[in-house]
C-alpha cells in the first residue's frame, strides 16, 4: 500500500491498483466545505496522471470512495446552508467523479443519506454493507437533492421510485437499495475497505470501465409512464403538501430529468435548488432540525449519569398507559402494568395487543416481533408487582386524589433509587413528590397521545428532582426514540400552558362573531393539520371540561371566560367519540360535519353575553391567534418553565402541530418581527387589557432590537 495524497477531511491511499479514498470527517462525514475541498483535490488529481499518462498508468487502475468511521458521508453540512458557498461546490465534485476515466467504486456502509448518496450516485458502480441506509431526504429541510440526486437517481431507479425517495425523505436499507437498483452489488465482507478494493477487483478482472449514470437509460426508458409518474406525484403533492415549496420543486426537477439531456437537467436542478434555498421554509425546518438536537442539553445535567432501567412498570391500563407500553415494549424493556381490577388489567392488555395486530396486520412487523414485544408484558392488580421495576411511570387519569393514592403506593413499594414519574398533563408535580418520603426521585414524564406515536415528551423537572433523575427521565426518553424537553413545574408546564392561552384566544374570537369552522379554517390555511376546535373533538371535549372546573374555583374574575364548550359538554357532545362535538360526525365518520346547532348554541352565547358579532378575516384570526400564542410563550420563557425559546418551538412542533416549515412560534416571531407582534398585543389590549397584556420579556427585546434567537445563543 501506498500513501497518494493525505489531506485532512479526506485522504487517498493506493492499494496495489486500487486508489482509496477516504471521507473522514468525524462525527458523521459531513459534507462541510473542507471535506468537498480533499474530495475534489484527490480526485483531481488522479484524473491528471490519468490524463498525463493518456491512460497507460499502470500504478492505478481503479478508485474507490469510502468512509471512515461508522457512515459513508450523513449528508451536507447543514450549517453552511445560508452562508457564502465555498469552493468546490458539490455538484462539480459529482462531475468530476462521474467524468473520471477509470472505474469508480462507491462503498457504502452506515449513513449514505443527501450530499453522501448524491456522491455515490456519481460513482460508476454501488456496492453496500449490510446495515447501509441510503436515501434523499432534503425535503425534510425546504429542500431538493441539489448536486445531481433529482436527475441521477431517476435514471437508476425510475421516476416513481426516485419520486418517492425524494418527497417522503425515507431511508433504504441496503436490500431495499438493491431491488431499487440503487445499489449493484451487496457486500459479503464487514469492512468497508475490504468490500470496496474486493468489488473494485473483481470489475477489474471482468475488465470492466466507467459507466456513468448519466448515460444510464433503461429506468427511464417508457417515457409516457414516467411522465404519468410525474403528473401523479404532483397531484398528490398538490393535496397533501399545500404551502410547503421544495415538495414541487423536486418534482419539476425530475420532470426535467425525462424531458432535458442531462447536462440541462443538471441546469434546472440547480436552479430550483436556489429557489429552494432562498424560501423562508428552509430556514424553519434547519432552525427545527437543530431545535430539536439542543433539548437535550440541559445545564446543571452535564456531570449527571442517568440511573439504569432494566424493568419498567406502568399503573393505568387506559389508552395512555397502553400507548406508553407499547413505546417501551418497542424499545426493547420488559413492562409490568398494573391496573385496579381483573377486567380492567385485561382492556389494558387488550389495547396493547390491538397496536401490535394492526402493525401485523400491515406488514409493519412480523408474527414473530409482535410475539417477542407481547412476551415481555405482563400484567397485575397489586402494587407488589412493581417492587423490581426500575422506572415507574403512573398514568391514571387526570385528578390529583387519584395520582396522590398511586403515589402512596409507589412510595410504599418501590425499591431503592427507582424512578418514580408522573405523566401529568397539567397537576403540580411538586405536590405529587411531596407525598413520597423521596421527593427527589420523582419528575413528570408528559407522554402525547398516541403515545407510541407522538415524538415529544415533556420531561418536567420538579424543585427536589435529582439530577440523576432528571438526567434518567431524558436517557429514558433517548431509549424511547422520543424527542424530550425539559419543563418547569406549573399549571400545564410549557405546551399546554401556551395552548389553553391561544385557545382562549379562539373561544374569545368565536364569541365575539367568528365561526368555529372559520377559525380552523384560518388555522388551517396557516399549516396546522387541523384547527383548535377539529382538534378539541379528536382528544376530547370532556378532558378540557374537567380541567376548566377544576380551575374554576382560582379563576381570575378580571379574565374573560367564554362558555361555550361548557354549553357542549352539557349535552354530552364530547367530539368524535360522542358522535358530536363542534363537529357532527354520523355513523363514527372521522372526518366532521358543520353542526348548525352549534352555530345555535353560540349565537345564544352571544346574546347572553351581550356581544354584537362582528365579521373576521383570516388574517386578523391567524394574528390573533399567534399574537396570544407568542406571548404566552414568552412568559412561559420568563418565568423559566422553559430553558430557551427553540425548546418551545420544539414542543408546539412536535407536539401541537404547528407548521414545521415556520420552525416554531418564537422562530416565526422573529421571523416576521417582534415590534410588530407587540403591536398587535397593544392593539388588543385597548379591548381587553388583562388578556392582551404584553409579556415583558417581549417588550424588553422589541425595544432592544433583539430577537428570540438570541437567547437560544445564550442558553
Given at each position: 500500500m501506498t500513501d497518494r495524497a493525505s489531506t485532512g477531511a479526506a485522504r487517498a491511499r493506493r492499494y496495489e491498483d486500487v486508489l482509496v479514498v477516504t471521507i473522514d470527517h468525524p462525527p458523521?462525514?459531513?459534507?462541510?466545505?473542507?471535506v468537498r475541498a480533499d474530495l475534489a483535490a484527490a480526485v483531481r488529481a488522479d484524473l491528471a496522471a490519468a490524463v498525463r499518462d493518456a491512460q497507460a498508468d499502470p500504478q492505478v487502475r481503479a478508485i474507490v470512495l469510502a468512509g471512515a468511521g461508522r457512515n459513508f458521508i450523513a449528508g451536507a453540512d447543514i450549517r453552511e446552508f445560508g452562508k457564502p458557498p465555498q469552493p468546490p461546490a458539490l455538484p462539480d465534485v459529482c462531475n468530476q467523479i462521474e467524468a473520471s476515466a477509470k472505474p469508480v467504486v462507491a462503498v457504502l456502509h452506515g449513513a449514505a443519506l443527501g450530499g453522501g448518496l448524491e456522491v455515490a450516485l456519481a460513482a460508476h458502480y454501488r456496492v453496500a454493507l449490510p446495515g447501509a441506509r441510503l436515501g434523499l431526504p432534503e425535503v425534510t429541510l425546504g429542500l431538493l437533492p441539489g448536486a445531481g440526486g433529482t436527475q441521477r437517481a431517476p435514471r437508476l431507479m425510475g421516476a416513481q421510485a426516485a419520486l418517492d425517495l425524494m418527497l417522503s425523505g425515507k431511508h433504504l436499507?441496503?436490500?431495499?437499495?438493491?431491488?431499487?437498483?440503487?445499489?449493484?452489488?451487496?457486500?459479503?465482507?464487514?469492512?468497508?475497505?475490504?468490500?470496496?478494493?474486493?468489488?473494485?477487483?473483481?470489475?477489474?478482472?471482468?475488465?470492466?470501465?466507467?459507466?456513468?449514470?448519466?448515460?444510464?437509460?433503461?429506468a427511464l426508458a417508457d417515457r409516457p409512464a414516467a411522465l404519468a409518474a410525474v403528473d401523479a406525484a404532483a397531484d398528490r403533492v398538490a393535496k397533501t403538501a399545500r404551502g410547503l415549496f421544495s415538495p414541487a420543486r423536486i418534482v419539476e426537477a425530475v420532470r426535467a430529468a425525462i424531458e432535458l439531456p442531462f447536462d440541462e437537467g443538471l441546469r434546472a436542478e440547480r436552479a430550483l435548488f436556489l429557489q429552494c434555498l432562498d424560501s423562508p421554509q428552509r430556514a424553519g425546518l434547519v432552525h427545527a432540525f437543530f431545535a430539536e438536537r439542543e433539548t437535550s442539553k440541559i445545564p446543571?445535567?452535564?456531570?449527571?449519569?442517568?440511573?439504569?432501567?432494566?424493568?419498567?412498570?406502568?399503573?393505568?391500563?387506559?389508552?395512555?398507559?397502553?400507548?406508553?407500553?407499547?413505546?417501551v415494549l418497542d424499545a426493547g424493556l420488559p413492562v409490568v402494568m398494573v391496573e385496579q381490577d381483573e377486567a380492567a388489567l385485561e382492556r389494558g392488555r387488550a389495547r396493547v395487543a390491538q397496536v401490535y395486530d394492526l402493525l401485523a396486520g400491515k406488514g409493519r412487523i412480523s408474527a414473530d416481533e409482535r410475539a417477542a414485544r407481547l412476551a415481555r408484558f405482563t400484567g397485575a392488580t397489586g402494587y407488589d408487582a412493581l417492587a423490581d421495576a426500575d422506572l415507574i411511570v403512573e398514568a391514571v387519569y387526570e385528578d390529583m386524589d387519584a395520582k396522590l393514592a398511586v403515589f402512596a403506593q409507589l412510595d410504599r413499594v418501590a425499591k431503592p433509587g427507582a424512578v418514580l414519574a408522573t405523566n401529568t398533563s397539567y397537576l403540580d408535580v411538586d405536590?405529587?413528590?411531596?407525598?413520597?418520603?423521596?421527593?427527589?426521585?420523582?419528575l413528570g414524564l408528559h407522554f402525547f397521545s398516541p403515545a407510541n406515536v407522538m415524538k415529544l415528551l415533556e420531561v418536567v423537572v420538579g424543585s427536589h428532582t435529582a439530577p440523576d433523575t432528571a438526567a434518567t427521565g431524558f436517557e429514558f426518553a433517548r431509549r424511547l426514540r422520543k424527542i424530550p424537553v425539559r419543563a418547569g413545574v406549573c399549571d400545564g408546564f410549557i405546551g399546554n400552558r401556551i395552548l389553553a392561552t391561544y385557545r382562549q384566544a379562539a373561544?374569545?374570537?368565536m364569541e365575539d362573531g367568528a365561526s368555529p369552522y372559520d377559525i380552523d379554517a384560518a388555522v388551517r390555511a396557516f399549516g396546522y393539520p387541523m384547527g383548535p376546535y377539529q382538534m378539541m373533538?379528536?382528544?376530547?371535549?370532556?378532558?378540557?371540561?374537567?380541567?376548566?372546573?377544576?380551575?374554576?374555583?382560582t379563576r381570575d374574575p378580571a379574565l374573560r371566560y367564554v362558555q361555550i364548550a361548557d354549553r357542549l359538554c352539557e349535552r354530552g357532545w364530547f367530539g368524535q367519540k360522542t358522535g358530536r362535538g363542534y363537529y357532527l360526525y354520523p355513523d363514527g365518520a372521522r372526518q366532521g360535519q358543520q353542526d348548525p346547532e352549534v352555530l345555535a348554541i353560540v349565537d345564544a352565547e352571544r346574546a347572553r353575553a351581550g356581544v354584537s358579532p362582528r365579521a373576521f378575516t383570516q388574517e386578523e384570526i391567524q394574528r390573533r391567534y399567534l399574537a396570544a400564542m407568542i406571548n404566552e410563550a414568552a412568559n412561559v420563557l420568563r418565568e423559566g418553565i422553559a430553558l430557551r425559546p427553540s425548546d418551545i418551538d420544539v414542543v408546539a412542533v412536535s407536539g401541537y402541530g404547528f407548521p414545521r416549515h415556520r420552525g416554531g412560534p418564537l422562530h416565526y416571531a422573529d421571523s416576521v418581527g417582534l415590534p410588530g407582534i407587540l403591536a398587535d398585543l397593544r392593539e388588543y389590549a385597548k379591548e381587553d387589557p388583562a388578556f392582551w397584556s404584553p409579556s415583558p420579556l417581549l417588550v424588553e427585546l422589541a425595544d432592544a432590537g433583539r430577537d428570540f434567537a438570541s437567547l437560544n445563543r445564550a442558553a
Open positions: 458523521v462525514n459531513a459534507l462541510s466545505a473542507a436499507s441496503a436490500d431495499e437499495a438493491l431491488k431499487a437498483g440503487l445499489v449493484d452489488a451487496l457486500a459479503g465482507e464487514s469492512d468497508a475497505l475490504d468490500a470496496g478494493l474486493a468489488y473494485a477487483r473483481q470489475l477489474l478482472a471482468g475488465r470492466a470501465g466507467p459507466r456513468r449514470t448519466r448515460d444510464a437509460g433503461a446543571g445535567l452535564e456531570q449527571a449519569r442517568p440511573r439504569r432501567v432494566e424493568r419498567v412498570g406502568i399503573v393505568g391500563g387506559g389508552t395512555m398507559g397502553a400507548g406508553i407500553a407499547v413505546s405536590r405529587i413528590a411531596a407525598a413520597t418520603r423521596g421527593p427527589a426521585d420523582v373561544d374569545m374570537m373533538d379528536l382528544a376530547g371535549g370532556d378532558i378540557g371540561w374537567a380541567t376548566r372546573k377544576r380551575r374554576a374555583p
